[in-house]
């Protein structure tokens, strides 16, 4: 079964619009969850790491004040796209950490922006 | 920095056909290298996960090779199925994951 479950996996707003994106781990505590984004037809990309309890890691070049990432729980890490503008359409995808194991990726969100 | 190119950008085979996906890293320091699988619109199937000790890892038709000297890896499909067609990424780990730009694949029936 299911590992992460991410949620939406599908959403279309209009342009300023804030959009909240869900990652869960179903089977084990996460202290660290990762977020990344696909555009079309290029790879995926790290946008951030996620840690419980403290403040996310962002890569160069991703605004943190547009992509606010919140793990307030060993279960549970949401991205939100504040004011989302149509380059923001992406494909963002969470993967979860489990100690030394291989990690477990989301499904994805696919973000349209009007 | 950490590059991965996977050549081809695209491929089309006929069923049943044997073929081989590439896969380069610059920075041959990494800890494990992961061949995955996209569907359209879809995330990430993990289909091997080879070690940086290991050189290969098999399962089922799927054979994926690798040569951190080099910085290759090679992931090799036996007897193609229409099933197959699906964009495939590898991914070499080390903190973090690097994707590479994948490869997309058809397999004509």
């Known amino acids: 079964g299911a590992v992460v479950s991410q949620h939406p996996s599908w959403v279309i707003c209009k342009s300023g619009t804030s959009v909240k994106i869900e990652c869960r781990s179903l089977?084990?505590?996460?202290?660290?969850m990762f977020w990344y984004r696909q555009f079309p037809k290029q790879s995926l990309m790290l946008m951030a790491t996620?840690?419980?309890?403290?403040?996310?890691?962002?890569e160069q070049g991703v605004e943190k004040d547009k992509f606010l990432i919140n793990h307030a729980s060993l279960t549970l890490s949401t991205l939100t796209v504040t004011s989302a503008h149509p380059e923001d359409s992406s494909f963002y995808i969470c993967?979860?950490?489990?100690?030394?194991?291989?990690?477990?990726f989301g499904d994805g969100t696919r973000l349209s922006i009007l | 920095k950490q590059e991965v190119t996977q050549i081809p950008a695209a491929l089309s085979v006929p069923e049943g056909e044997n073929l081989v996906l590439n896969c380069s890293f610059t920075d041959s320091a990494i800890y494990n290298l992961q061949w995955f699988r996209q569907d359209p619109g879809k995330g990430l199937t993990s289909l091997l996960l080879?070690?940086?000790?290991?050189r290969e890892q098999t399962s089922g038709r799927l054979n994926a090779s690798l040569d951190k000297s080099s910085g290759r890896s090679t992931l090799y499909i036996a007897a193609s199925q229409p099933g197959d067609s699906a964009t495939y990424l590898c991914a070499v780990i080390r903190n973090q994951f690097y994707f590479g730009t994948g490869t997309s694949l058809t397999v004509i029936p």
């Open positions: 996620s840690n419980e309890g403290s403040k996310a890691t962002y």
């Open positions: 993967s979860v950490l489990q100690g030394d194991q291989p990690q477990h």
């Open positions: 089977d084990f505590q996460a202290t660290t």
């Open positions: 080879i070690q940086s000790s290991q």
